[in-house]
């Protein structure tokens, strides 16, 4: 199949970017969406042109590192990551708008990709549980409930790839940074610091400079692992908690 | 925003029940004490119009505080997302009719706001003499209930506003809720929004009844 994409292109974080059209032939609707972009940088670096500058790592959608805004959905709008999106996807002669995560806490390096440090700093702010080291314990040495570790679990398969900012209208990383909060708070390992968890979490999304949620969804739609809007009523049920409670900033 | 949201939407839920005084056919005599009422309320308990003032404090408050969220909201969102559209092919993805709603927040709230800067001047200063000549102060609230909907412009204005009323709690019930926690699985989210839907239809509907009905000469006949 043939495809016309017009991309992004940003020399580096401070030069001006603006969209360029390539014309592609010869993909194959079995490709991924960054085989189809290995495709074209194949071409560009015969012809001597620079390649698109694109982040991917795992390609078989469990790492995070890859995405892109594809026709004005992040990832695509197929409830999956930019490298489990298939060219089947898309029509034959098609045009595909190829942008990177636009948002003020992430500045674009190069054409799509796109600095996403903040979520690590918010992740350095509480996203972790404190544990002495030595000899692992026994797996059922700490009862969990069956249902809170499920909702552990489902919100464990965050990857942070920034999607949610991405297409949040208020580029919060609300859904993000509650995904963390919920994965740690249903389980008995994460209570200890569950108060002061969600607070310096918070504070550190909101110094980054995200924005503010106001409950729109964007976000939980073009999730890749369709994390739900229950998460931030979560985050938001134990920021009102902590409030109350001693710990924390 | 959520706290100050709810304050403001059971003030509206209790005004449009209040209004509904109106439909009683005794010319307006209940509608009137009603009023007159609101302004001594707990007299002799407090001074008259103590309680009065120290409600419209608190509303004043909750409204400021509401408007101060909006503001602060709006700063974070341009800094984050930008001012305009930040992809060259935007595209949302929940195409649905609560997105339109939850997207159009701050204008719908600043309609809200100019109408009800008018209202108030229509109403409580009677500066805004819709209906009636200028520089009268002696009307009865009832009859310059009468006068103000007598006009079509007025009630069309109204309605306006209402829609922009019932947009913005349409979105606003669940949100203020899902902001305190209250969205805890599928199921609660859609009762949530079920509510919001009740909410701000009973929102439209109730004030809108009356000025309808007054313009059509049912009431006041």
């Known amino acids: ?249 | 925003m959520a706290v100050t949201g709810l304050i403001l939407i059971g003030f509206l839920l209790f005004h449009a029940f209040g209004n509904f005084k109106l439909l009683i056919p005794d010319e307006g005599a209940e509608f009137n004490e009603y009023s007159h009422l609101l302004r001594r309320l707990l007299y002799p308990i407090l001074p008259p119009m103590f309680f009065l003032w120290g409600f419209r404090i608190f509303m004043l408050a909750a409204t400021g505080l509401h408007l101060y969220s909006a503001y602060k909201l709006t700063g974070r969102r341009w800094s984050s997302a930008g001012v305009s559209g930040r992809y060259v092919s935007q595209k949302p993805s929940t195409s649905k009719a609560h997105s339109y709603a939850a997207r159009t927040m701050i204008w719908g709230g600043i309609i809200i706001v100019l109408f009800v800067i008018m209202h108030l001047l229509q109403f409580t200063a009677q500066v805004l003499t819709f209906g009636y000549p200028d520089g009268t102060t002696t009307l009865e609230p009832y009859d310059r209930t009468l006068a103000g909907f007598s006009e079509w412009w007025v009630v069309l204005v109204y309605a306006i506003a209402m829609l922009a009323v019932c947009v913005h709690v349409f979105h606003g019930f669940w949100s203020a809720f899902a902001t305190l926690g209250a969205n805890v699985s599928a199921k609660s989210q859609g009762v949530l929004k079920g509510l919001a839907v009740l909410i701000s239809a009973a929102l439209y509907f109730g004030f809108m009844i009356p000025p309808v009905l007054i313009l059509f000469g049912v009431i006041g006949q």
């Open chain 1, 1 to 249: 199949m043939k495809v016309t994409l017009r991309i992004w292109r940003q020399a580096k974080q401070d030069a001006q970017g603006r969209m360029v059209s390539y014309p592609l032939d010869g993909v194959s609707e079995d490709m991924s969406f960054l085989e189809m972009l290995d495709l074209l940088n194949e071409h560009l670096t015969k012809q001597n042109e620079e390649p698109v500058a694109f982040d991917h790592d795992c390609r078989e959608g469990i790492c995070g590192a890859c995405g892109v805004v594809i026709n004005g959905i992040a990832h695509g709008g197929e409830h999956t990551t930019t490298c489990q999106l298939h060219m089947r996807s898309f029509a034959d002669n098609a045009t595909i708008d190829i942008e990177p995560w636009q948002a003020g806490p992430f500045p674009v390096i190069k054409d799509l990709v796109v600095d996403r440090t903040a979520l690590d700093r918010i992740i350095q702010a509480g996203g972790f549980i404190s544990a002495n080291t030595g000899s692992a314990p026994d797996a059922h040495a700490v009862p969990a409930p069956k249902r809170e570790s499920d909702k552990a679990f489902d919100a464990a398969t965050c990857i942070g790839c920034g999607a949610c900012v991405a297409a949040c209208p208020n580029g919060s990383a609300m859904l993000f940074t509650s995904a963390k909060i919920t994965h740690l708070a249903m389980l008995p390992q994460g209570q200890p610091e569950r108060y002061s968890r969600v607070k310096g979490m918070i504070a550190q999304h909101d110094e980054e400079g995200f924005g503010g949620c106001t409950n729109i969804g964007e976000c939980s739609e073009v999730c890749p692992k369709g994390i739900p809007m229950e998460t931030i009523s979560q985050l938001n049920r134990d920021l009102i908690s902590s409030l109350f409670k001693g710990t924390g900033k």
